[in-house]
Each structure stands twice: as structure tokens, then as C-alpha cells.
């Protein structure tokens, strides 16, 4: 059955509106129930969910939650990110793509399905304590909101500024990172954060993170 909220959702929509509809289909074929959960269209069985459908600048992709499962025979699936452990998707740029290989997804989906029927969970590796870059502990040390900004951070959040911030081999890249980034972890928001609208709901926040992007 279609949500309201998601037929709202299509209907506005103005980019991969055709593939993201298209992967809809496919998924209200299966004995899922249709949500809607941060802003995106989502897919759960039995309460749990398991498939989200997401549109990004170059592409749209459907997200398994929990996709590391999956045996992926036909190598699909791709992280979402560098340190992902459970979820994986599948990217598409045009609705052609997902109608070559719709009996695939089908596939798929029912294995995602199948592995939450049958209890099968996700052995998390303990992830790398990250240790903090000299440039950030300066910041820390000269702004102390930057400081309880970044800690309040979610550690997802955290560790995805770390990766980035560490990954600059220069300090004085470091360093620009840092900056480009302060007011966006003083709003609360993570490096991938849609920051749009901030100001309505971030006391600390004056509008420039719109200018980051």
C-alpha cells in the first residue's frame, strides 16, 4: 500500500523522478511497508527497516540497510561510504538501467527480506579509535563552543570530520578544513548534512554554512 506522505514526495520531486518511481514499484511488490523517514522514502518489514530509496546530485540509489548480508552475486552493491559495515546500495542514472535488471532487485530485495525473517544479524567490527589532529586540538583550545559543538556530535558524525580532517597530508590543509567546517559542526550537522534551513532551527547558527557547499 503507498503512503500519502511518499506519493507527496514523488510528486514534488524534480530530479530522478522517473528512476526513483520506478524503484518504488519494485519495492511495493514485495511485503514491505511504505514510510517515510528522514525526508526520504523508506521501506520496512515487519517494523524493520531495510530498503530506502535516496536522490543525490549525480544519481539516486537504493540503500539496503543492511546489504553486507546479501551475497550479491551479481556485484551490485558498493558501500555508502569508506567505513560502512552494514549497509550497501545501488546506484543508477537512468530508469533503463533499473529496468534491465528489475528481476535482480527483486532478487535482492527477497534475500534482504529473507535475512530479517530469519534473524540473521551483522557482526560490527569495533572500529579504530581515531586520534584527534594537532590542528583541531588548537581549535579546541581557542573556541571552546567549537569545542562542545564537535564533542555533542553524534560519533558517526565525529569520526566522518576526523577521516576527513586526517586525511590532508599538509597542516596547513588541515587547518583550511577546519575553518571551511567550524560553523557547520557549530550548527550541529554532519560533513554529508543537508544544511538547508539551518538557521530556522539552530540558535548558533547565522547562515553562512550555506556558503560551504
Not at 74 to 89: D, T
Not at 90 to 106: N, W, Y
Not at 110 to 131: C, H, R, T, Y
Request: overall charge positive; proline content about 3%; aromatic content about 10%.
Amino acid at each position: 500500500m503507498t503512503n500519502p506522505i511518499v506519493d507527496n514526495y514523488f510528486k514534488k520531486a524534480k530530479n530522478w523522478k522517473l528512476e526513483m518511481e520506478a524503484l518504488r514499484a519494485i519495492l511495493l511488490s514485495a511485503p514491505l511497508e511504505e514510510e517515510f523517514k528522514w525526508g526520504k522514502p523508506c521501506y520496512a518489514y515487519q517494523e524493520k527497516n531495510l530498503f530506502i530509496i535516496q536522490a543525490f546530485k549525480d544519481n539516486c540509489a537504493l540503500l539496503f540497510f543492511k546489504g553486507s548480508l546479501l551475497k550479491d552475486e551479481k556485484k551490485l552493491l558498493v558501500k555508502p561510504g569508506e567505513n560502512s559495515q552494514a549497509g550497501r546500495m545501488i546506484r543508477f542514472k537512468d530508469v533503463q538501467e533499473i529496468i534491465k535488471i528489475k528481476s535482480i532487485l527483486k532478487s535482492y530485495i527477497k534475500e534482504a527480506i529473507d535475512a530479517e525473517k530469519n534473524g540473521l544479524k551483522i557482526e560490527v567490527k569495533k572500529e579504530i579509535q581515531l586520534e584527534l589532529p594537532e590542528e583541531l586540538v588548537a581549535k579546541f583550545k581557542k573556541n571552546g563552543a567549537f569545542k562542545k559543538a564537535f564533542n555533542e556530535l553524534t560519533p558517526g558524525r565525529q569520526r566522518a570530520y576526523l577521516l576527513f580532517f586526517t586525511a590532508a597530508k599538509q597542516a596547513e590543509t588541515r587547518v583550511t578544513r577546519i575553518e571551511k567546517y567550524t560553523q557547520q559542526i557549530l550548527c550541529g550537522k554532519g560533513i554529508n548534512d543537508c544544511t538547508c534551513g539551518l538557521s530556522k532551527r539552530m540558535p548558533n547558527c547565522d547562515g553562512s554554512h550555506k556558503q560551504l557547499r
